[in-house]
């Protein structure tokens, strides 16, 4: 009995091999087609990814001259703006007795980067880093104080233009002196880094190093 259990086993088996076979056989060479149509497609994919690749690359080098030119045509790049406001006094002695003046001054001190100061070399690719040497942050309008906007706080007696122009220099110096600190540059260097990483990565560049010139 047990032989007999052994011997239908080897028949189903063979059975079912057969019945592979023949499954197979009918198939014919479309099981081939489908995996060599596998394989193209795979081919296809990978050389077209690597050519998408190439042509970005390709793109963003043939349009980097143009964005360069276009960038440096900006001028002045403001990276920090500073109000400030200056009370200046000053008195005097005349024939008909003392005299006093006193007035307001409002100005307005602009940090940033002259781009039309950037070398030949400014700009440099390597590896996937672009790299950016920068001129070193400076007040880009020495006329900064608005005599438009200064107001007079008392005055009495006449005074010459001398006097006046006195008042507006002192004002000046101290305004400037007191703004134009190490804190302040710092200041505008972090924001001109981070202003010009965002433009390179928006041009489609993702890593960016940004330097400013020390000389």
């Known amino acids: 009995r047990e032989m007999s259990k052994y011997k239908k086993h080897i028949h189903h088996k063979n059975t079912a091999i057969n019945l592979t076979r023949k499954f197979i056989a009918n198939l014919g060479f479309w099981p081939y087609v489908f995996i060599l149509s596998c394989l193209i497609v795979c081919l296809i994919w990978f050389y077209s990814y690597d050519n998408n690749l190439a042509i970005k690359a390709n793109d963003v080098i043939d349009r980097t001259p143009y964005q360069i030119e276009e960038i440096k045509n900006i001028g002045q790049w403001g990276c920090l703006s500073i109000k400030d406001e200056e009370l200046i006094d ?5 024939i008909w007795g003392d005299k006093e ?9 602009r940090f940033g980067i002259n781009l039309n100061k950037t070398n030949n070399k400014w700009l440099s690719l390597k590896d996937s880093t672009i790299v950016a040497i920068l001129p070193p ?22 005074w010459k233009s001398e006097d006046m122009q006195n008042l507006y220099d002192r004002a000046y ?7 134009l600190t190490s804190y302040n540059i710092k200041l505008a260097e972090s924001y001109a880094k981070e ?13 960016v190093n940004i330097i400013f010139d020390t000389k």
């Open 90 to 94: 000053t008195t005097a002695k005349s």
């Open 101 to 109: 003046l006193a007035r307001i001054y409002y100005g307005k001190l």
């Open 137 to 158: 942050i400076e007040l880009l309008d020495s006329n900064f104080i608005d005599e438009m906007t200064s107001l007079p706080v008392y005055e009495n007696g006449k």
């Open 173 to 179: 110096h101290r305004m400037k002196k007191r703004n």
């Open 195 to 207: 202003q010009f990483t965002r433009l390179f990565n928006n041009l489609g560049y993702q890593h």
